[in-house]
């Protein structure tokens, strides 16, 4: 006689609802009988990668698929640590950061810990501590930021992780030098901070705390960066952890090797040597677009939030998914906002100027119909 399933799956697992990626643009553009779609969904770089990592995957050699790649990304390691004038131990990558969030909670996470972050921001965080057993404590936003008042408040003497996004996806807000003092303060070392940079090469702001010097003073503090978003290389998964080394050493018992591909590895590497004026040309696209899309917005009299990164967020005066449904029969693809609990709102990437012209004739179609005015 076999058990149900059901019976061998831990609660914790039963109760989690699986996440649904979108589905593949050649399936959705024949679903939404378009011919093509604008990405605006997951703040990924139109521009593609620095010229320098570019090479490098125009010239991948096929014969080099056949092997293992670098089972600890050693000369990407190096590469990040001459970058950042730190000891390569001090370095974890992983298949994307998304991956180091799972090997930090699984280094120091024990049955009955929890962590400590905010109700509207990157989920997974929440999500892997929750299909992991450990529970989420989420911190209400106070205007659209991390409260850095009201994570302190939530810690306990099981709190192992304090994740703060900064910038924060998807409102773009940030902390400044002094509030992430007095937060770090306030924690006192009784915790890990991970510091979710992702979109830190967004931010051209002097008073922006650079968690790379933070963790210099502030041992409990990690930084996690992708090469996913700046880099524009989403596609080939590489993030990485860095920390002091005692704590790196931990979260690398708990991480998978080889988990970054062969192809990645050299493309991250050499990302950082020529990136520049690559960084300089997305920030100047980001920031026309912005400047295109704030005041459409406000024409429109819709309640709009942006700061840092390549994204902003705009209340939609219909449903979300309703409002991504008639976007998607115009060939535009936005991030519904249920899901990171803003209901009624879409977070739009931000890219080249044609296209942010293209998405605000469509936004533009869409508002009036839902608004019963002219189609
Ligand atoms: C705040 C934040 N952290 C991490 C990630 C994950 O990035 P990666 O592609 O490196 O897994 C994202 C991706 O959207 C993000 O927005």
Redesign the pocket.
Known sequence: MSLPIAELVPPHIRAFEAYVPSRPDPELCRTYGVQRLHRLN??ENPLGPPPAARRVIEGFPPPGAAVYPSGDCHYLRAALAERFGKDPERFLV??????V?ASVIKAFCDKGDNIVTADK??A?YEWVAEFSGFHARLIPLKDYAFDAQGMLAAMDARTKILFV?NP??PTGKWWRRDEMERFLAGVDGRAIVVL?E??REYVDDEDFPDGMELMERHKNVVV?R????MYAL?GL???YVCGQKEVVDYIRRTHIVYSVNTLGQPAAAEALTDDAAHIRATREMVARAKALLLPAFDEMGLEHVSGAGNFVMVRTPASDSLMYRHLMRRGIMVRTMTGFRFPNWIRVSLVQEPVMREFLSAFRDVVDLVRGGPA
């Open positions: 997951n703040n992983g298949n994307g950061s998304c991956e969030i921001t990157f997974v996004c924060n996806n979710d992702a979109y996690f992708t090469f996913s978003k989403a998964r590489v993030g």
